[in-house]
């Protein structure tokens, strides 16, 4: 497939992504989106915390959202919208922050599988494509490669694939000028205040199911 060189302008994911995907998903426990339950502690000192394990999530689920988001953004691209939920920004770029968002947040319950390569930070170096429908089926196709991981218990090999997966959206982001860590800030912004992230909204008839 044709590659190209393009100029590399200040975009894409910030290179510390460790502490991020632990902000994002340390504030999607507090919404209520991964529960949690506390575990026995004889020698726990009275008044202090208890311990809590945060109990996981369907990864078919999670992994299929991201695929919803990036066919999302595919629409978006294809028919040069911009965005319905931050109309200053275009579709295409906030729907790969919601790709990012996604992938951290399982990054952030999975961190201590979570291999980088021996890459101290930063997502994986790729080629950049001259096509966004290349992009888009290097998405698509990672991560389906994350679920058969997932699915055949190969957790590390997983977020492997998911890691690879920040790769393709950073540098897809570059190639096409968009400001994802803008994008990210944005949308985690909004989500706090919109009613359908809400658990007991979604929990009502008519409501998002998943």
């Known amino acids: 497939m044709m590659q190209m060189e393009l100029p590399m302008p200040v975009s894409g994911l910030p290179l510390d992504l460790r502490t991020l995907a632990a902000d994002i998903h340390a504030s999607n426990i507090a919404a209520g989106w991964w529960k949690q ?44 919208l911009m965005d319905d939920k931050l109309p200053h920004r275009r579709m295409t770029e906030v729907e790969l922050a919601d790709v990012s968002i996604c992938v951290l947040d399982m990054l952030g319950f999975y961190a201590p599988k979570w291999v980088q390569d021996d890459r101290d930070s ?21 991560t389906t490669e994350a679920l058969e ?37 944005e949308k985690r912004a909004f989500n706090q ?14 409501g998002k199911q998943f």
């Open 122 to 142: 930063g997502p994986l170096a790729l080629p950049l494509y001259a096509y966004w429908p290349d992009w888009c089926r290097l998405m698509h196709r990672t």
């Open 193 to 206: 205040t919109r009613s359908d992230h809400q658990l007991s909204n979604r929990a009502a008839s008519g």
């Open 37 to 80: 339950t506390r575990l026995p502690d004889e020698n726990i000192h009275p008044g202090a915390a208890p311990t809590m394990l945060t109990l996981p999530r369907n990864v078919g689920e999670l992994l299929a959202l991201i695929h919803s988001e990036i066919s999302e953004a595919d629409v978006g691209f294809d028919a040069d």
């Open 149 to 185: 991981h997932f699915r055949k218990g190969r957790e590390e090999e997983g977020c492997r694939s998911l890691d690879k997966l920040l790769g393709v959206v950073h540098f897809a982001a570059i190639q096409f000028g968009y400001d994802l860590t803008g994008a990210i800030i």
